[in-house]
Each structure stands twice: as structure tokens, then as C-alpha cells.
């Protein structure tokens, strides 16, 4: 029996319609979905056309696109595709599309399409369910902590913690350079639970926080032995956990997921608990019903965060100690990124009144030494306006009564990435506590330099276009910490044509004023939303824009906010002269898939070859020319399949040219027709093609001059423009300086016009 049905069946048209080009959307339902919903669970991979060929839409075969053309389906069908209405959801339905040729039924008629269920990919009756959050365990020297199994037993079966969720979920400690700053360790918990059982509660993971001494544990596991107080006689006093959403303080969502805090002690009646142990487990819920938040990057962008709060209690010192009479030095605080901004940073060193000590600050000959650069002025003096010397500083500092010193530092931006060593040299009778850094090694800044991103426009052929000056550059350190953003999503609930008032589907609070209004790669001239459109005011669920917008109901809008993390760009094109003296029509290509305008995003890609390249430097790709676009010349090509005139195992790309899929090299090869080959990033350049980092998350054209009545005009008259625009978003690495290639071809067309 099958575990499904399509719903509905039919539908009208007026007598002898022209459905050229329409279509009509079906959909495939699980048995039982009656108000509630069966035990089968759907996707779009599920389903195919019998005796169909999956296509890009265009007729070129291409896997895994949901697109199948021909086979068995009635004539007057062109196309079908698949698509999910929930994606990730138990109660996803899978959108059947049917696109009709030229037909024009003149009375009732009937359409047969042969709606099959794969067999390498059946319907399944258990899913899996997409989890992604976060845990901040606190930073101090005097813990410790691991991740374990959970046990039956509190004090036994302590086994370090190899695989999460069954193995399904993988473990990231996302600020493995800047915790010691941060003041925690930052874990993201990322994957999926299988066989999901809305009523079930996962087992994540059990963290143990220990009592420690320069990173090594002071006592026993739970269960292993006693501990001992004699030597550290502090002991830990609370344990908690807050829960966090949305990447704020508010926890206006059900974030699923539970922790409980047990103490281990020395089973005295005592309190001096010398570990604290947390078990985090997650229901995943479905209250998320947006699709977007059914993805695993959807769940991780709402950084949904338990932070584990624990305190310890440091019982008085032995009055008969003497070291309790020596000045001491308690703790030495500065970013671990000094010299990323512009200005004087400080490194604040706390102690008793009357402590002395000399600060050393210092540039290592690299990122992986501690050892101090051989030549130049490698010391940071903090005498006077302080500044870099040749000499090691003997200057030595006295906390005052205020118990701290401030030390004003400035280093200047690099052009690449730098280490520093931080460390204060004890002076006569002073001491430090176990945390501050005495040594090379202790403490060290790397400066990250300053990478820069070009956007560059690039076309096919160069007298259609004047790209002169199109171009769009932005600076930003290699990596990025401690910017506060907001995203969020909402649904338009009805169509609007160069409107600014908008009503949203549901209030969303998160939404502010000020915000970036997007809709990721929609738009054009004729509609959509104009660049740099902004929230100017809110009210329930009606939102009024900066600026006339068109929008169709249910599109999904996006809102960011304005900060360092999304780059908003725009890039001028103009008209070319073409073949003759007067000036080329524009136009936005009607076909243009605006999320793959932009190539150096991606260091590694695939492509199958349409036809056999013997002995030749030219590679024909079988894939969509928008993907084509996407490499770089400087990349390098390898595969299996291929031979080369020199024998080396990867060749370089000197051009592509996306219109005809093909992918030129710097020396000839020899490779089978359908053959995949792989071009990824070179990583020996000095200057990379590519980066990492940096994601599109919208580009749009737009005509910004229009022409005389023949849409062009004469080489001293009228010269139309366009622009390419859209909204980069930053992640918190960039990997290197770049320039990213514009493909104008893309998004624009150029056509000849008559001189007037």
C-alpha cells in the first residue's frame, strides 16, 4: 500500500484557454492526512516522472534538481518538478508543479503524468530532525572540563565523549583563539537526531566542570577516589543554566533543550563539592514552521545558546602563611587581538598595592614561535607615548592603591597576519597567581591584517559593455568578533506594486527599525525591492518601507541589520558601442539566476563534460552556464579521467566563458566525453583568486538609464547604465584578500541597435 496520495485532482480553465506556458500545482500528501498527518514522511528526493530525464529546467540533463522532463506524461506537458512545502518538516508536502506547452483544451480534458516512487530513495516512515545550538562553558584556570557520555550513574562510567547524537552530531568549539578573553569556551552543536520522535527527549552530552591547577585536574574522577582539600581548598558553591534565543538576551522561543546540575562532593555532609556535572539533552520540537528554520543553517543562525554558570568559593588564607605578606600580581587582561582597530587598546594588570613588575610586549618571527623577531624594533616601550623599540624594556611598574595599572598599547594594521607575546616579569618580593602570565608562550595576540575584497565586473565580449570603474572594494580584518546582529524572517501577506506599506503575515518583534529589507534574489527593474531599502517604521503587523517596493504575497522577506556583518554593494555598468559607433541597447537578462552573478565564492566545484576534449585546451561543461561562471581563472582543474601534455595531474584556467559553458586551460588535455572533473582553489598563489568567508545573499539588476526611443543612441547622446547590486554577508573569517568576478553577462544583455 502506498504510503501517499495527490491531491487535488483537477482543476477549471476557461474553454479553449491557451495554457502555454502555465501551470498548475498539485500536491502529494501523506495517507491519513486528514487534519492530522500519517507516518510517512516526504520529500521532493522522493518522487520522479517514469521513464523522465532530470533536467536543469532547460532540457540539459542534471542531477538532483527535482526537474524531470518527458517520459511518461500526456502531450502538452513540458516539465515537472518537485519541491517541498516544509523542508525538514514530519509534516512537509511535496509541491507537484506541471507546466503545460501549447495547449488549449476546447472541452473537458484529461492529463496523465506518471508519478513514480524512486526505489534507490523510498518514502520513509522515521525521519531525522535538523538541531543546531550552542554552549558557553566558563573559562577560568582554576577548572577544567570534558565532554562524556551520559551514564546511568552519576559517579561512574566516565567515558570521554568520541561521537554526539548517535554520531549524527558534530561538536565545534567555534572560539578555540579568544576564549581566555571571552571569558568562556563558545561549542556549537550541529547535525540531526534520527528516527524523531516528537514525544522523545535525546541524550546530547554530559559536561563535567573540575576543580584545576595550571590545566590539570586537582582531584580524581566522581567516583574514583576522594579528593583532597588540604592544598586547594576551594570548593564549588552554585551551578546553572540559562538558556538564550535569537542571538540576544530574550528567550522568546521554546529553545528544546534541558540541562540538569548535579555536585560531587567527598560524601562528608560537607558542601566542598570539587565538581559539577551537566546533562544536556534536546527535544527538537516543530513549533519552527518557516522552512528556512528547518534547515540546519537556518536553526544555527538563531543562535539558540545555554550558557553553563558556575561559581566557586575561595575560603580565607592561613594567616600564619608569609607568602601572605608578598605583594602579589592577580591577574594581566588584554584583547587577544590588539592592533585589529585603529587606536590605543589597554592591557590592565590587577594586583595589590605595592606589587612591581616589568610588562613586556613583543612581535615572535611567526605565527607558530614565541621567540622575538631578530631584527627591527620588535619591544613595545611604554614610557611616555609609548611606541616600538630595538630594546627589551627594564622599565619597572608599582600598582598603586587602586590595585591595577593601565597600559596604553598601539600597533599598527598589518598587511599580514602578526603574533605578539604578553607577559610581566616579577620584580623583588612579588608573586603571581597561577593565571598570569610570566613567560613566552603565556600570552599572544595575533593581529590579523587587513584583507581586501574587489568586486570586478567582467564580460564576455568588451565593446558591448564600458566596465570602466566597475568596481566595488571593502576592507575587513581576517577575523571578526563581538559584532552585535539581528536577522530574522517574516511572510509578505499580500502583493504590493510600489507601495511602502507592508503587511507581514505574523507581528515578529524581532523585526526594528532601520533594519535591511531583502528578498534574496528576486527583483530586477519592473519589480522588487530597491537596493539599500530599509524599515522606516513599524506598527503590529504593517511595516512601512523607506521605499516603493513591489513584493508578491507570501514572498519570504529577510531583515538585517545593519552592522559589519552584511555589506551592502552596487556596481555601475554601461552601455558599449558594439560593432558601429553608436551606443548598445541594455536590458536585464529576463533568465538570469542572480544568486550565481558573483564567481571567486566558491573554492571547489564540479562539472561534467558535454562532449570529449582530445588534445585540446578547451573544456566544454555539460552543467548551466551560471555554474560555469562561478570559476575563476588561476583555478586549477584535476581529474581522474584526464591526461596532460606535461603529465602534471592538474592544469590551470586562463579564461571561461560562461555563454558556452567552456573552460579554457594553459596547456592541451585529453579527457572522455561525460567525464566529471573538479576545479578548486590554488592554494600555492600569493594572491588567491578565491575566498572563504563571504556569502551572496542577494544580487538584483536594475536599469539606471534608459536610452532614446530606440533604446540606445548615439555615441555622443544618450548612454544607457545598469546596476548590479545586492548584500554581501561576512562571516567571522575571511580567509584572504581577493577579487571576485561580476559576470555582467549574467544579469544584462547587450544588442545591437541602428544609429538613429
Known amino acids: 500500500m502506498a504510503l501517499w496520495y495527490v491531491d487535488p485532482l483537477t482543476f477549471d480553465s476557461t474553454s479553449e484557454a491557451n495554457l502555454s506556458g502555465t501551470y498548475q500545482d498539485i500536491y502529494i500528501k501523506p495517507v491519513g492526512d486528514a487534519g492530522t ?283 600564619s602563611d608569609p607568602q601572605d605578606d608578598f605583594p602579589d600580581i592577580k591577574s594581566v587582561n588584554a584583547s587577544s587581538d590588539i592592533g585589529s582597530y585603529a587606536g590605543y587598546e589597554d592591557i590592565i594588570v590587577r594586583g595589590s598595592q605595592g606589587a612591581r613588575y616589568i610588562l613586556h610586549f613583543y612581535e615572535t618571527t611567526s605565527l607558530t614561535s614565541s621567540s622575538v623577531k631578530a631584527s627591527g624594533t620588535p619591544y613595545y616601550s611604554f614610557v611616555g607615548q609609548g611606541g616600538f623599540v630595538a630594546d627589551r624594556s627594564t622599565k619597572v611598574h608599582t600598582i598603586g592603591s587602586s590595585k591595577k595599572n593601565t597600559h596604553r598599547v598601539k600597533v599598527p594594521k598589518q598587511s599580514t597576519d602578526k603574533r605578539y607575546e604578553l607577559f610581566v616579569e616579577p620584580v623583588s618580593n612579588t608573586i603571581t597567581k597561577a593565571n598570569v602570565p610570566t613567560k613566552a608562550g603565556d600570552k599572544r595576540s595575533v593581529v590579523p591584517a587587513i584583507k581586501k575584497i574587489t568586486m570586478q565586473a567582467a564580460v564576455e565580449t568588451a565593446n558591448n559593455w564600458d566596465i570602466t570603474g566597475s568596481t566595488f572594494s571593502f576592507g575587513r580584518k581576517s577575523t571578526v568578533t563581538n559584532y552585535k546582529h539581528a536577522s530574522t524572517t517574516a511572510e509578505a501577506s499580500a502583493t504590493i506594486s510600489s507601495k511602502t506599506r507592508l503587511v507581514i503575515k505574523e507581528r515578529n518583534n524581532d523585526i526594528k527599525v532601520g533594519m535591511y529589507v531583502i528578498a534574496p534574489f528576486t527583483g530586477g527593474s519592473s519589480a522588487g525591492i530597491p537596493h539599500k531599502t530599509t524599515v522606516k517604521s513599524i506598527k503590529g503587523d504593517v511595516i512601512t518601507l523607506s521605499a516603493a517596493s513591489s513584493i508578491a504575497a507570501d514572498t519570504i522577506l529577510r531583515f538585517e541589520s545593519q552592522s559589519s556583518r552584511i555589506i551592502p554593494y552596487s556596481i555601475t555598468i554601461l552601455a558599449g558601442t558594439g560593432s558601429d559607433s553608436d551606443y548598445q541597447d541594455m536590458a536585464i537578462n529576463g533568465t538570469y539566476r542572480p544568486e550565481e552573478i558573483i564567481a571567486g565564492l566558491t573554492e571547489r566545484l564540479q562539472c561534467t563534460l558535454s562532449s570529449q576534449t582530445s588534445n585540446a585546451n578547451t573544456i566544454v561543461c555539460n552543467n548551466a552556464a551560471s555554474l560555469v561562471g562561478q570559476i575563476q581563472v588561476g583555478m586549477l582543474v584535476e581529474s581522474s579521467a584526464m591526461t596532460t601534455t606535461s603529465g602534471n595531474s592538474t592544469v590551470k584556467v586562463t579564461a571561461v566563458t560562461p555563454s558556452t559553458k567552456t573552460i579554457t586551460v594553459d596547456e592541451n588535455v585529453s579527457i572522455a566525453n561525460s567525464s566529471v572533473i573538479t576545479v578548486r582553489k590554488d592554494t600555492s598563489l600569493a594572491t588567491p583568486v578565491t575566498t572563504r568567508g563571504i556569502n551572496n545573499i542577494h544580487t538584483q539588476a536594475d536599469m539606471a538609464r534608459d536610452g532614446v526611443a530606440a533604446h540606445g543612441g548615439t555615441a555622443s547622446g544618450n548612454q544607457e547604465s545598469a546596476t548590479i547590486s545586492g548584500y554581501l554577508e561576512v562571516e567571522n573569517n575571511i580567509s584572504n584578500s581577493a577579487t571576485l568576478t561580476v559576470r555582467v553577462d549574467n544579469a544584462l544583455t547587450s544588442t545591437e541597435t541602428a544609429t538613429p
Open 37 to 319: 498527518y500519517g507516518s510517512a514522511y516526504l520529500d521532493k528526493s522522493n518522487f520522479k516522472i517514469g521513464g523522465a530525464t532530470e533536467t536543469d529546467g532547460s532540457g540539459v540533463a542534471t542531477a538532483g534538481t527535482n526537474i524531470w522532463e518527458g517520459g511518461n506524461v500526456d502531450i502538452g506537458i513540458t516539465k515537472v518538478e518537485f519541491s517541498n512545502t516544509l523542508e525538514g518538516d514530519p509534516e512537509n508536502h511535496v509541491k507537484v508543479r506541471v507546466t503545460f506547452g501549447t495547449v488549449a483544451p476546447a472541452a473537458d480534458a484529461t492529463f496523465y503524468i506518471d508519478i513514480d516512487e524512486k526505489t534507490d530513495n523510498p518514502v520513509a516512515t522515521v525521519t531525522a530532525k535538523n538541531v543546531c545550538f550552542f554552549m558557553e562553558v566558563p573559562y577560568d584556570t582554576q577548572y577544567i572540563h570534558e565532554f562524556y557520555t551520559p551514564a546511568s550513574s552519576e559517579t561512574a562510567g566516565w567515558t570521554v565523549q568520541s561521537s554526539f547524537g548517535g554520531g549524527n552530531i558534530t561538536k565545534t568549539l567555534v572560539n578555540n583563539s579568544t576564549f581566555a578573553t571571552d571569558g568562556y569556551y563558545r561549542y556549537k552543536f550541529s547535525g540531526s537526531v534520527q528516527d524523531y520522535d516528537p514525544d522523545a527527549l535525546y541524550n546530547i552530552t554530559q559536561v563535567l566542570i573540575r576543580r584545576a591547577n595550571d590545566g590539570v585536574a586537582i582531584d580524581p574522577l566522581p567516583g574514583a577516589g576522594a579528593p583532597v582539600f588540604t592544598t586547594y581548598d576551594w570548593f564549588f558553591m552554585e551551578a546553572l543554566t540559562q538558556f538564550n534565543a535569537n542571538n540576544s538576551s530574550s528567550n522568546n522561543i521554546d529553545l528544546d533543550i534541558q540541562s540538569n546540575a548535579t555536585f560531587y562532593n567527598n560524601n562528608t555532609g560537607t558542601s566542598q563539592n570539587f565538581a559539577v556535572g551537566y546533562d544536556v539533552s534536546i527535544d527538537p520540537g516543530d513549533e519552527l514552521i518557516i522552512s528556512y528554520y528547518q534547515t540546519l543553517n537556518g536553526i544555527c543562525s538563531l543562535g539558540n545558546t545555554m550558557t553553563l554558570v558556575v561559581k566557586h568559593f575561595d575560603p580565607p588564607s592561613n594567616p
